[in-house]
């Protein structure tokens, strides 16, 4: 019921997190300064106004520095130019999930301005100004909900005191609406550009001072808000990371060994070299960290088409002594005798398993497994790098986590941080893959060694063969439902991979609070751990988008051996309306569990007769803060060929900032579920990937999407992401309609496994 656990195992992640959790409160707020310390950090009048959270600003972003002292830095919000440009800069990476538009918006709520009056700019990166910035774990929303209201409030006070003074009337007779401010005694109005100056002359108040709105009083969250870089995008303009160019760039491609460890041994360097276009072959030691510069071959030219048609010429042998050997059939045996066998330890538990299982009326057995499978975003990797002569080092990429590409950038080139510049590209996919910054160490490993801006771009094949896998795995339950068909308890041996023999892989753990959890009163996960070396790595909702399918799909069994309604049986699991651990918004709340699993049900018709070979199925699940429950109606041939016709999506992320967003974050979510439970997987023999393109890797087509009718609960808790938690119901949910309709039950991911396809 809580996925925190899943980035516990890589390093780097490990402290992105614990970064994270630091910084959740709200950072100190510029107060009580004087004049002139005001002006240095806001600006001098008839810069117009600008309002951070810390510290001082600097000329950038169209804030402008203090003349009568060097500038500081500073970690700008909101600017109001006198022409009534009302800037609002987005600080988090823009990867499709919307917080460019999203979380401006929650300045302008504030703030009280017209969204027509809003100009959206993408900050620069910089954690000393603006704490992490980040994609990732649907954590955008709630990491920054407060710092961005308050940023918007205190601005929206500010310009209300100087109109105030202006009509030499109280403050508090004065209110905001629409970029102006109103005294309605006097029937007058000022706008916000025009009180900007004057606004920038005057104290700031204190963060506790200033009063946030009710939700009654929103006017533009919840919304439907197009996002900003729409007309951007469908008008061709160079928004993503593959279109960046700068003047004198060549063109890179980098080969690896497609087994994980391999390095080059022989490669026919000058006949490369001789082909057309082509500027330079070399090999690259690295460092041997997946994380950052593997061993391989670098071909750089005059295009990428150069670069790709000298790479066909390429003939490399790989020194293998040190690859990984995985092999995923070799591990689908292994996983079998590891069931049959004591665990390796205990995960977590609660009451006494073994007598419950002893003395219950019924018990089922079931065992559950699935894939791994690849990110495959539409934007292969890439970065452009240019490592210059005085030692700085300037970059464009399309990162997840850009902050962390700084970090790494440095270490290859052997430079400060302060000496890297990496500008923020919106990115065409990522859902995890780009936490990894590989790509951009790569880049900076070749620009050094040329000396030039160099474009390094991935190939499909590259992208699919050297992923940060979304984990496979094997769950073995045995659950006990005692004499009125209540659960009594449930067990599940969880066997996962590891990389060094004592802790599970990236992504691979299933940590603790998964459902039922302490909700079934004698439960117990074990856990063991099979031989693994292939990189493995965060996927959408990571650890949560395949535990759900396991343990929903087995609490489906459970019901049905019960001989009772799934929703009914569900409802009662989860008991009497509380938090499963009071003031942690990381655990579930039953109450808001139990609301979105009748949500979903009433609007979707639960428990109507459905035609031969059609089904309804149910599922729920909880991660990154997110309640969600979903429903599935589904009809089967008698040759397993399926169709989704429609999914039912309830949700509780507490107040929705951009509704169009969240919804299409929804739809996206079920898409995506769909499109890789179907038949979606990466196999591995001698430690290669067997799938590397679309051929055998078969991407949902349009013609299979289902219908998707979303609803929210927009209950009074702080808001979460949505990116992320709406994925997980959605394969139980298909499978459990799977098996309402055809009577087979379905415990392997993807479906295709079982013989199931896209009707």
Request: aromatic share 8%; hydrophobic share 40%.
């Amino acid at each position: 019921m809580t996925t925190r656990t899943s980035w516990a195992h890589n390093p780097a992640a490990k402290k992105l997190m614990e970064e994270i959790e630091a910084r959740r409160a709200l950072p100190a707020v510029v107060r009580g300064a004087s004049r002139r310390q005001f002006f240095k950090m806001t600006g001098l009048a008839g810069a117009g106004l600008v309002i951070g959270m810390a510290g001082a600003c600097s000329k950038q972003n169209g804030a402008v520095a203090a003349s009568d002292g060097p500038a500081a830095d500073f970690n700008p919000y909101v600017q109001i130019t006198p022409a009534g440009v009302i800037r609002i800069f987005a600080k988090n990476p823009e990867i499709g999930q919307g917080v460019k538009t999203s979380l401006p918006m929650i300045v302008a709520e504030e703030l009280d301005a017209k969204w027509e009056d809003v100009e959206v700019v993408q900050s620069e990166i910089d954690e000393s100004r603006y704490g992490p910035q980040f994609a990732g774990g649907s954590l955008s929303t709630p990491m920054n909900w407060d710092r961005l209201r308050q940023a918007g409030a205190i601005a929206k006070a500010m310009l209300i005191a100087a109109a105030a003074a202006e009509w030499d009337v109280a403050a508090s007779e004065c209110s905001a609406r629409d970029s102006a401010v109103h005294h309605e005694a006097s029937d007058k109005s000022l706008s916000y550009g025009a009180l900007a100056e004057a606004a920038a002359k005057g104290p700031v108040p204190a963060a506790d001072a200033v009063k946030l709105k009710d939700r009654s009083d929103y006017r533009l969250l919840g919304k439907r808000i197009t996002g900003v870089d729409n007309e951007a995008i469908v008008t061709g303009k160079p928004l993503f990371g593959i279109d960046q160019t700068v003047p004198g760039m060549v063109y890179a491609t980098y080969v690896k060994c497609p087994a994980v460890g391999g390095r080059p041994a022989t490669v026919n360097i000058e006949e490369v070299k001789a082909r057309p276009g082509v500027i330079d072959v070399f090999t690259i030691d690295g460092d041997g960290d997946p994380l950052s510069v593997m061993p391989g071959v670098a071909i750089v030219a005059k295009s990428t088409w150069a670069a790709f048609a000298a790479r066909r010429a390429l003939n490399v042998e790989w020194d293998e002594s040190d690859a990984s050997k995985d092999s995923t059939s070799a591990s689908d045996e292994a996983a079998m005798t590891r069931a049959t066998q004591a665990p390796d330890s205990t995960v977590e538990s609660f009451g006494d398993v073994e007598a419950a299982l002893s003395g219950a009326a019924k018990t089922i057995e079931a065992s559950y497994a699935y894939a791994f499978v690849s990110h495959a975003q539409l934007e292969p990797e890439n970065t452009l790098a240019h490592y210059k002569e005085d030692g700085a080092l300037e970059i464009w990429s399309p990162t997840q986590t850009p902050q962390g590409a700084v970090d790494l950038a440095a270490k290859v080139a052997g430079v400060e941080p302060e000496k890297v510049t990496l500008h923020q590209t919106r990115i065409g996919g990522g859902f995890g893959r780009r936490l990894m910054n590989d790509y951009v160490a790569e880049a900076v490993a070749i620009t050094k060694r040329v000396g030039k801006p160099v474009k390094l771009q991935w190939t499909r094949e590259d992208d699919m063969q050297h992923d940060f896998y979304r984990p496979g795995g094997y769950h073995f339950f045995k659950g006990g439902l005692d004499g009125d068909g209540r659960l009594a308890a449930w067990r599940n041996h969880f066997v996962t991979f590891s990389g060094d023999g004592e802790s599970p892989i990236t992504a691979g753990d299933i940590g603790k609070g998964v459902f039922p959890g302490e909700l079934a009163g004698n439960y117990k996960v074990e856990r063991s751990l099979l031989d693994w070396n292939t990189p493995s790595g965060w996927w959408r909702a990571p650890s949560s988008c395949t535990i759900a399918f396991a343990t929903q799909c087995f609490a489906h069994e459970l019901a049905i051996a019960a001989g009772r309604d799934h929703k009914e049986f569900l409802l009662e699991i989860m008991g009497e309306p509380r938090w499963l651990k009071e003031g942690d918004p990381g655990v579930m709340n039953t109450g808001r569990a139990a609301a979105v699993i009748n949500l979903a049900c009433e609007k979707a018709a639960w428990g109507r007769m459905m035609p031969k070979g059609a089904g309804l199925g149910l599922a729920f699940y909880f991660s990154h803060q997110g309640h969600f429950a979903e429903v599935a109606e589904v009809s089967v041939s008698d040759d397993k060929a399926v169709t989704v016709h429609k999914v039912w999506v309830a949700a509780d992320i507490g107040p929705v900032i951009n509704m169009s967003g969240a919804e299409n974050q929804c739809e996206g979510s079920v898409m995506d579920g769909l499109s890789t439970m179907m038949g979606l997987e990466v196999n591995f023999e001698n430690g290669r990937a067997l799938e590397t393109n679309f051929d055998r890797y078969p991407i949902m087509r349009m013609r299979h999407a289902p219908e998707v009718d979303v609803h929210f609960i927009q209950s009074d808790f702080p808001p979460t992401g949505a990116g992320e938690p709406a994925l997980p119901p959605l394969a139980p949910a298909v499978a459990n309609a799977i098996f309402a309709a055809t009577g087979d039950r379905v415990r392997q991911l993807p479906l295709s496994r079982s013989g199931y396809r896209f009707a």
